[in-house]
């Protein structure tokens, strides 16, 4: 099995203007007209105008939907209690099914705390006012996971290079592990470029790509292995019916945060509902446990999604919000 070479995202950036035709100033990360950022910290400032700002009875919580919508409301039960414990708000689960309508959600006002999967963030941050500033990771403060490229016994892929020529399945364009990462590490580290030296689908899915490869129905895939991890703990696939050929470095993991425009102190009530949460004997440490997440610490879009923005710089990437 491979591992990731450090020099990727340098050769990636350099490889992606030369093939694309899109320079790296032209896809630097950038925020809406609709946001201001007087803080420089590329999230969008809460609105000076408290005319602006919303306070709803019922605040509305989604998860990055890489799995079984029904089995994560259960899983977040607890902590949505405790947070209505918290804000004194109702809190509802909203179960989304795809990366771009949870983040049109938020951006229409109808999503107001959240957690975006690695490549959402920065679509997130620039299109939808997302303000995050959380994540999960182990007692020691250690976090994140890493992207894998995985094939099935008997596919006759046993390295990177027997990808040429055959088809690749992602799970979708936003996400980081599914989609962008493999795609600058295929053509910055292997030479070989999407759509003209392998062809690509999607399976919409982290889980949907692990059972189509378990199944036999993908020859290979890219995952995040954080999920498959889980799968394979709660049973749904056996681990040998999967090979791993290619793991990344590792990338910062889901974040969670709010809307922008959510009034002030409801914002610093809902992040106080996240580091206030006992994970001990919860729903969460039984399903995160599995990878080893612990607790909630802060983090900054700045900071922690440097290295996401950077493959996305690679990749060409534009924040179009129209």
């Known amino acids: 099995m491979?591992?990731?070479?450090?020099?990727?995202?340098?050769?990636?950036?350099?490889?992606?203007?030369?093939?694309t035709g899109i320079s790296q100033a032209q896809a630097q990360f950038a925020l809406s007209d609709r946001f201001v950022d007087a803080d420089g910290d590329l999230v969008a400032d809460i609105p000076e105008d408290a005319s602006q700002w919303i306070d709803p009875d019922t605040l509305v919580f989604a998860y990055t939907p890489v799995e079984d919508p029904a089995v994560y409301a259960e899983v977040w039960d607890g902590f949505l209690e405790h947070m209505e414990e918290v804000t004194g708000k109702k809190v509802q689960f909203f179960p989304v099914q795809s990366n771009s309508a949870q983040i049109e959600a938020m951006r229409a006002g109808r999503l107001h705390?959240?957690?975006?999967?690695?490549?959402?963030?920065?679509?997130?941050?620039?299109c939808a006012g997302y303000r995050p500033f959380t994540m999960m990771a182990a007692e020691d403060g250690s976090f994140g996971y890493e992207m894998e490229i995985i094939t099935h016994p008997g596919s006759d892929i046993d390295e990177v290079e027997d990808i040429r020529g055959r088809t690749l399945t992602h799970t979708s364009e936003t996400s980081n592990s599914g989609f962008k990462a493999p795609t600058a590490l295929m053509a910055s580290e292997f030479g070989m470029v999407s759509g003209e030296d392998y062809e690509v689908d999607f399976s919409g899915k982290h889980d949907n790509s692990v059972l189509g490869v378990a199944n036999q129905d993908y020859a290979v895939a890219t995952v995040a292995n954080s999920v498959k991890g889980r799968m394979i703990d709660?049973?749904?696939?056996d681990a040998d019916q999967l090979e791993v050929i290619y793991r990344s470095d590792t990338f910062p993991t889901t974040s969670y945060g709010t809307v922008h425009n959510l009034a002030p102190e409801l914002q610093e009530a809902i992040q106080e509902a996240f580091f206030s949460f006992e994970w001990e004997g919860s729903a969460l440490e039984e399903e995160f446990g599995r990878n080893g997440e612990e607790q909630f610490i802060p983090i900054t879009f700045q900071e922690h999604w440097a290295v996401i923005r950077q493959i996305d710089e690679a990749n060409g990437v534009e924040y179009d919000c129209n």
């Open 2 to 19: 491979q591992t990731l070479n450090r020099s990727l995202i340098a050769g990636a950036m350099t490889l992606a203007a030369m093939t």
């Open 234 to 237: 709660r049973g749904v696939i």
């Open 113 to 126: 705390v959240a957690g975006f999967n690695t490549g959402s963030n920065p679509l997130a941050v620039a």
